[in-house]
């Protein structure tokens, strides 16, 4: 059974850098029939996809947040990371790790709420 | 890029079906065979329901179903039942030099 965790800093300050790591279990990250991506979620409002990548390290961004965002892999240690600089209040919501497969999230980790707050 | 546009929210009655459209444009719905959908409860992960347009995952009801014609995706529940009421999204590959992937805004799904 695939398990995904998010982990990082639950609070940032405006214009500093959030950091999140996915950590994969029971399945491996360098299959090559899947992607791995962040999405997020703001309170009460809708899913934003936001980067995904492949084992081999090619990327793909929300064009729009494609300046702020980068995401990384480490196959040796079974993760992948985001990093998304000069955050803002706007930047405050349920970030997502996934699985991806042909642009669908089929599996997904829990989520976890990153605030962007002085 | 903007999001996808659903309706903000549809209801029916038990034991009906209703639809939710997803509308795109020709650089991501209406070009592209990967539509997803998801449904989630508050509070909940989402959970995906429809892949590659009308493709059920293993353990997802059949009273779920998916279409798509031109740039309008849809999604089909039949037998409404309460467990439904949920928020539903659509997602769709998208490309504009690079790939990705849009979300649309969201349908809140009341089972009256």
């Known amino acids: 059974q695939l398990q995904l965790q998010e982990s990082g800093p639950r609070l940032v300050k405006p214009s500093e850098t959030l950091s999140l790591t996915c950590s994969v279990s029971g399945g491996s990250i360098s299959s090559t029939t899947h992607h791995w991506g962040w999405a997020r979620q703001p309170p009460g409002k809708g899913l934003e996809w936001i980067a995904s990548i492949y084992y081999n390290g090619n990327t793909y961004y929300k064009p729009s947040l494609k300046s702020r965002v980068t995401i990384s892999i480490d196959t040796s240690k079974s993760q992948f990371s985001l990093k998304m600089n000069s955050v803002t209040a706007a930047d405050t919501a349920v970030y997502y790790c996934?699985?991806?497969?042909?642009?669908?999230?089929?599996?997904w980790g829990q989520g976890t709420l990153v605030t962007v707050s002085s | 890029q903007s999001a996808l546009t659903q309706p903000a929210s549809v209801s029916g009655s038990p034991g009906q079906s209703i639809t939710i459209s997803c509308t795109g444009t020709s650089s991501d719905v209406g070009r592209y065979e990967f539509v997803s959908w998801y449904q989630q409860h508050p509070g909940k992960v989402p959970k995906l329901i429809i892949y590659e347009v009308s493709e059920r995952p293993s353990g997802v009801s059949n009273r779920f179903s998916g279409s798509k014609s031109g740039n309008t995706a849809s999604l089909t529940i039949s037998g409404l039942q309460a467990e439904d009421e949920a928020d539903y999204y659509c997602c769709s590959h998208a490309e504009n030099s690079a790939p990705y992937v849009i979300f649309g805004g969201g349908t809140k799904l009341t089972v009256l």
């Open positions: 996934a699985r991806e497969n042909r642009s669908s999230l089929g599996d």
